[in-house]
């Protein structure tokens, strides 16, 4: 029981080096990390080192201007901007969705696949053609205007697109799906005899809740936080359509390096480096939280 | 299969040796142009009479085109710079310098587009579609006069405008209402910028370089300062609603050019290609899916008299145009500039 619960970062069974057969077998995934893992980021790595390049692309050398660009006010408020959105869109889908895993981890089988479905389903359609839709919904001769004018519950069309509302909102839509899938993974696994002796121990349903089901639930909760987080604070699309650009994340200020009029790319470099370095840092956080959690 | 795998082996053993130059053959054409841009019956009528087939891989911006061709991963024939990348591409010695004599065509581009700073002779780029930025009016809901930028950017009109994602378009913009030219991209002058645009920025609703008529169209916004293209497909949906207004201030004007670039493995194909979108009508199939302005004298007289009479397409009058050069290093400091007044603009 221990041993599954102890989170996903620890292996289970016990350590023993792989064998012959076991590299061989595990060459291809190696391989596989190495190039398109590693060896990008190692680029990335060395190009935030580097002289801008007149036309883009660097020029080789040495210096640390990058990185002291990142640090300028400019950039470090608005990657506290997109932290923030990141934080609030990684609340709201814990908060949103925990029950609706727990649901239907707890729902009868023969619902259960019907409700995953129905979570997973969004996800047939292109995400850009999904977010569009929002469009649809929230501009101001759009379908939730029209509706609300219909019941007569106001009078002037409500300015919901390209507002941090629409960002928010757009962002949980999107993200929502990755914070259920996990939680609902741990729920299922979830012994119902340790609720029951919880209640009949004498816990009250939010005593049995807060320390018998969250705990036994975390490494679900901790790869659901990690998986809206993290790719939630590197997005720009969402806040292209929705927030009308009004906003930028820091997602869209690395495309502009690239992509865009600045040309920059050692620039773009160290702020995806620095981004990454992030990422570790919030992913060590969680995994060390999630098992405190789980040891408690 | 062994034996396919074999000769795909000795392709490329072939390939190798001969190096890039002999790859393509007079098979293949790699086009690497704008989305949105190049109509599907060009691309399709030429591979019919030549033989040669067009691939035709987009991008959506100048410095996006340059990433990829800098990068090296793709070899490409031709591409679709606009004017202030192609004189910083001609400065770097990436585009190949055209042989006129195999484009006997050529002599349908207007005088008007010799002479222009960023390829006076036309040596290295050939007009493809020339555009202007200017402004949109939703004539329901705006009623007054508005005749330039200063008109657009009024308190009055918070939360009614759309305008380019774009620093450099956006810098322009105010430097022009200081009476300086596109070329006036200085340390010093973008000071002089900073607090107009710490003005108008607050004011912008939606920055949207790909489909600014979309806000217009919805009814988010009344406003805007888009691509002439866009406009012209305004104004033909919904005639008599929407107005084209070039900025009295001064308006930034861009072409599109086909251009070489260096390195390209099949140059024959690229100047057929040229040559080609060059007669008069192919060049006003173009039009007639992307309403731009024409700079083919010859294909401009077989357009019907609606689409000559858009005002987006073919501005009125005798207004005042300048196209972008090259700002090399400055434009990291006019991305910044926007990046920090659009952060504190915003929410």
């Known amino acids: 029981m221990r041993q599954e619960t102890t989170g996903f970062t620890a292996a289970a069974g016990p350590q023993r080096p792989p064998g012959t057969a076991g590299w061989l077998l595990l060459a291809p995934l190696i391989l596989w990390a190495v190039a398109f893992v590693v060896a990008p980021a190692v680029i990335m790595l060395g190009y935030s080192f580097a002289h801008r390049g007149t036309l883009g692309g660097v020029v080789p050398g040495f210096t640390l201007e990058n990185y002291a660009g990142v640090a300028d006010p400019v950039y470090l408020r608005i990657v506290w901007r997109s932290i923030v959105y990141a934080a609030i869109t990684t609340a709201i889908c814990l908060v949103a969705g925990y029950p609706v895993a727990y649901l239907i ?6 619902w259960r696949n019907l409700l995953l479905m129905g979570v997973m389903v969004p996800f047939w359609t292109s995400f850009l053609i999904r977010t569009y839709a929002w469009v ?3 501009k101001s001769e759009g379908l939730l205007n029209s509706l609300f004018l219909q019941l007569g519950m106001i009078g002037q069309p409500l300015e919901m697109l390209y507002t941090p509302g629409a960002v928010v909102v757009g962002l949980v839509y999107t993200f929502l799906p990755f914070m259920i899938l996990p939680i609902y993974s741990s729920v299922e696994k979830l012994d119902g005899a340790l609720i029951e002796a919880a209640l009949d121990l004498g816990a009250g349903p939010m005593r049995a809740f807060s320390r018998v089901i969250v705990p036994l639930t975390s490494p679900g909760i901790a790869a659901g936080v990690l998986l809206v987080f993290v790719p939630a604070l590197g997005i720009y699309a969402v806040n292209d359509i929705l927030g009308g650009g009004r906003v930028d994340m820091i997602g869209n200020i690395i495309e502009n390096q690239f992509k865009g009029n600045a040309r920059n790319w050692p620039f773009g470099a160290a702020l995806g480096t620095t981004l990454l370095v992030a990422f570790a840092l919030v992913y060590a956080w969680v995994s060390r939280r999630q098992r405190e ?3 408690r | 299969m062994i034996r396919t795998a074999s000769r795909i082996l000795a392709a490329l053993a072939l390939v190798a040796a001969l190096g890039p130059a002999r790859v393509a053959g007079a098979e293949e054409l790699n086009l690497f142009a704008w989305s949105e841009y190049v109509p599907q019956s060009v691309l399709d009528g030429f591979q019919k ?9 987009t991008y959506a911006s100048n410095e996006e085109m340059l990433a990829k061709l800098l990068s090296g991963a793709a070899s490409y024939d031709l591409v679709q710079p606009s004017e202030y990348t192609v004189e910083a591409m001609v400065k770097e010695k990436l585009l190949l310098p055209l042989d006129h004599a195999k484009l006997p065509n050529l002599k349908n581009i207007g005088k008007e587009y010799y002479g222009q700073p960023y390829d006076p002779k036309l040596e290295y780029s050939v007009p493809y579609m020339q555009g202007t930025v200017g402004i949109v009016v939703n004539t329901e809901k705006v009623k007054d006069p508005i005749t330039g930028y200063g008109d657009v950017f009024q308190e009055k009109y918070k939360g009614r405008i759309v305008v380019l994602d774009d620093a450099l378009e956006i810098v322009t913009w105010a430097l022009a209402t200081l009476g300086l030219g596109p070329d006036a991209v200085t340390k010093e002058n973008l000071e002089k910028v900073r607090p ?8 912008v609703k939606v920055y949207d370089s790909d489909s600014p008529k979309t806000a217009l169209l919805n009814g988010d916004v009344d406003l805007g300062i888009v691509w002439s ?3 012209a497909i305004l104004l ?4 008599g609603k929407f107005k084209y207004v070039l900025p009295k201030e001064g308006a930034h004007m861009f072409i599109d050019s086909l251009a070489i670039p260096k390195g ?8 057929k290609f040229i040559d080609y979108v060059l007669r008069p009508e192919v060049s006003r199939k173009i039009s007639e899916e992307f309403p731009y302005t024409n700079p083919n004298v010859e294909a401009r007289k077989l357009l019907t008299k609606e689409e000559r009479d858009n005002a987006a397409s073919y501005p009125p009058g005798n207004p005042k145009l300048e196209t972008f050069r090259d700002i090399g290093p400055m434009a990291a400091d006019v991305d910044k500039l926007f990046t920090d007044l659009k952060a504190k603009s915003g929410s």
């Open chain 2, 264 to 271: 390209a493995p099949n140059v024959a194909g690229a100047l």
């Open chain 2, 229 to 231: 293209g866009e406009a």
């Open chain 2, 196 to 203: 107009i645009l710490a003005k108008w920025l607050p004011l």
């Open chain 1, 136 to 138: 649809t919904i929230l």
């Open chain 1, 293 to 295: 959690l789980a040891f």
């Open chain 2, 49 to 57: 009479e030549t033989g040669i087939q067009v691939n035709y891989e």
């Open chain 2, 236 to 239: 033909k949906e919904e005639p």
């Open chain 1, 105 to 110: 981890g707890r729902a009868d089988a023969r």
